[in-house]
């Protein structure tokens, strides 16, 4: 069982920043794919992008050059930085765990059995 909670989301302007945190909690494992996903009201979740336990980073392309997503593993922590921000970034970000040895090209919400309770971010025009 991994428990993920998730922090950092809030209100910004466009063309700002934010960082979102990922605290995993549980037995993490060695193998495993974590990934970022995204929700705008009334859209389906969307994959933003995932690391691996090799730290192998995969992104949509909606998010390249701006979103990057690193870990801590010694605070088994996920982070994801996202610059240059636009207004149709706009959802509540979710982090979500696998236990698999690669992340899946692209990731999909059904690939990820851990969720945590996501955390809203707003981008002002």
């Known amino acids: 069982q991994v428990q993920l909670v998730e922090s950092g989301g809030g209100s910004v302007q466009a063309g700002g920043s934010l960082r979102l945190s990922c605290a995993a909690y549980?037995?993490?494992?060695?193998?495993?794919?974590m990934g970022w996903f995204r929700q705008a009201p009334g859209k389906e979740r969307e994959g933003v992008g995932a690391?691996?336990?090799?730290?192998?980073?995969r992104y949509a392309d909606s998010v390249k050059g701006r979103f990057t997503i690193s870990q801590d593993n010694a605070k088994n922590t996920l982070y994801l930085q996202m610059n240059s921000l636009k207004p149709e970034d706009t959802a509540m970000y979710y982090c979500?765990?696998?236990?698999?040895?690669?992340?899946?090209?692209?990731?999909?919400?059904?690939?990820?059995?851990?969720w945590g309770q996501g955390t809203q971010v707003t981008v002002s025009s």
């Open positions: 979500a765990y696998a236990y698999r040895l690669r992340c899946p090209v692209p990731p999909s919400k059904g690939d990820f059995a851990y």
């Open positions: 549980g037995y993490p494992g060695s193998s495993y794919c």
């Open positions: 690391i691996d336990s090799t730290g192998t980073t």
